[in-house]
C-alpha cells in the first residue's frame, strides 16, 4: 500500500517537472515528455518490478503446487483405473515376454 502511494506521489512530482518544462519559454513538448518518461516512468517501472519479485515468486509455486496436485490425482485416477480392470500398470494387458528364450543364447561365465 505504501509502495502504491509513493509512485504515485513520484509520478505526481515528475508530471510537474514535465508541465514546468512544456510552460518554460525556452522549454519544448517533447523535453517534457522525455522529463516524464526519464525521470518517473523508468524510475517507478524499475521500482515495481524489483518489489513485486516475491508476489511472482509466491504465485509461481502457488501454480506449481497446483499442476503438481492435478498431475498427482490423474496419477492415482489411473492407477485406481488399472487397480480395477486387472491390468498391471504400464502393462497394456499383455503377457510378458518370457518365450523368447530360443532366440536369445544365455550368457555364460568363462571357464
Given at each position: ?5 509513493v509512485?504515485?506521489?513520484?509520478l ?7 508541465v514546468?518544462e512544456?510552460t ?9 515528455l ?16 524489483i518489489?513485486g519479485?516475491?508476489a ?7 501454480r506449481?503446487?497446483?499442476a ?23 502393462g497394456?494387458g499383455?503377457?510378458?515376454?518370457a518365450?523368447?528364450?530360443a ?9
Amino acid at each position: 500500500m505504501v509502495l502504491i502511494l509513493v509512485v504515485i506521489a513520484w509520478l505526481y512530482v515528475t508530471l510537474m517537472m514535465a508541465v514546468a518544462e512544456a510552460t518554460a519559454i525556452n522549454g519544448t513538448v517533447l523535453g517534457a515528455l522525455i522529463t516524464f518518461v526519464v525521470y518517473g516512468l523508468i524510475p517507478m517501472g524499475i521500482i515495481l518490478y524489483i518489489f513485486g519479485t516475491p508476489a511472482r515468486k509466491r504465485a509461481r509455486k502457488a501454480r506449481e503446487a497446483l499442476a503438481e496436485r492435478e498431475w498427482q490425482a490423474t496419477q492415482d485416477t489411473k492407477a485406481k483405473a488399472a487397480e480395477a480392470s486387472g491390468v498391471e500398470p504400464g502393462g497394456h494387458g499383455e503377457a510378458a515376454t518370457a518365450a523368447e528364450t530360443a532366440l536369445i543364447a544365455p550368457v555364460r561365465k568363462e571357464p
